[in-house]
């Protein structure tokens, strides 16, 4: 597979540092940076709820406000490294100026568009049901929109701005995609309620973010499509996100605990096999779209 723009700049580090090297910076960017930067955030939050106790800063809404703070952090390493170790510029991680909002906007549709099909699959099987939450807060509703979109576009700009590209520029890109979405999955792997299934699906997540990022070439379009995957699920459905309740929906979904094999159970709709089926057949078209974009470039 071709090297799109964003992986031909990802060039051999001054450090010489190989693949697996860049495999562990990214892991320590993940785990350091959030624990680091929880020592900043925790404070804080103290400040304005002088009388919080342990156990209410892991409750919500407080655990899932800490836990999306951390985020900014994260991104802001994920740049730090990527031009002071590697010395790569931006465009390196998949940031180009060329038609931003459209291809954001292109990746709002496409994430919300690809949750909204999953639901519906799930209703017309009878695995699900909602209803339009009595008490919306619409405070906590505009943080968590606010927080997941920089959610999004940092395990976006981790897992393939970073780590994708400097490992395919390394490997080729076949192992980049591999490689990342697997770094991707195991770090959702200690979310409540994981499965083996859930753990395959944030597998299959991970290879299509890939394709799509390779074949986009543009991290806004993919960090959309992240966030409001992320959105559609959990803010607008009332879906847990990869095992997580929100503090906060518009709808209340209820899923049949006799078909948890196809609407994912406790662990929420990204645990079912409609999630596997629909993501096999995105794999597959995202696919044939590189390859295809790719061999007219290089005719």
């Excluded at 071709?2 to 990802?10: G, Q, R, T, W």
């Excluded at 906007?105 to 799930?122: A, E």
């Excluded at 990342?180 to 753990?199: E, M």
Aim: with cysteine.
């Amino acid at each position: 597979m071709k090297f799109n723009e964003s992986i031909a700049l990802s060039t051999k580090s001054p450090r010489n540092i190989p693949w697996y090297g860049t495999v562990l910076i990214a892991f320590a960017i993940f785990f350091i940076v959030q624990m680091v930067a929880g020592f900043f955030i925790i404070p804080i939050l103290l400040i304005f709820n002088p009388t919080a106790t342990i156990d209410d800063l892991l409750r919500e809404p407080l655990g899932t406000l800490i836990g999306l703070l951390l985020f900014p952090f994260l991104l802001a390493a994920c740049f730090i490294v990527n031009k002071f170790v590697y010395r790569h510029p931006v465009q390196a991680l998949g940031f180009f100026k060329a038609q931003f909002i459209p291809k954001y906007l292109f990746g709002v549709l496409l994430g919300t568009g690809m949750i909204l099909i999953i639901y519906c699959i799930n209703v017309l099987f009878g695995a699900m049901h909602s209803t339009l939450n009595p008490d919306i807060q619409w405070f906590t509703i505009s943080w968590l929109i606010a927080l997941f979109m920089i959610q999004g576009l940092t395990e976006e700009v981790l897992a393939r701005g970073f780590l994708m590209n400097k490992v395919s520029h390394q490997l080729g890109v076949p192992a980049g995609i591999f490689i990342n979405a697997a770094f991707f999955s195991f770090l959702h792997f200690l979310n409540p309620n994981t499965s083996v299934l859930s753990f395959v699906n944030l597998f299959l997540a991970g290879i299509v973010f890939s394709l799509l990022f390779y074949w986009s070439d543009n991290i806004w379009l993919t960090g959309a499509a992240h966030s409001f995957w992320n959105l559609a699920l959990g803010v607008l459905l009332g879906n847990e996100v990869s095992g997580q309740p929100l503090p906060g929906t518009i709808f209340n979904s209820t899923a049949n605990m006799e078909s948890t094999l196809v609407n994912g159970g406790k662990f929420g709709l990204e645990g079912g096999l409609v999630v596997t089926v629909v993501s096999l057949i995105v794999i597959v078209v995202l696919l044939k779209l590189s390859l295809n974009k790719y061999a007219q470039k290089r005719a």
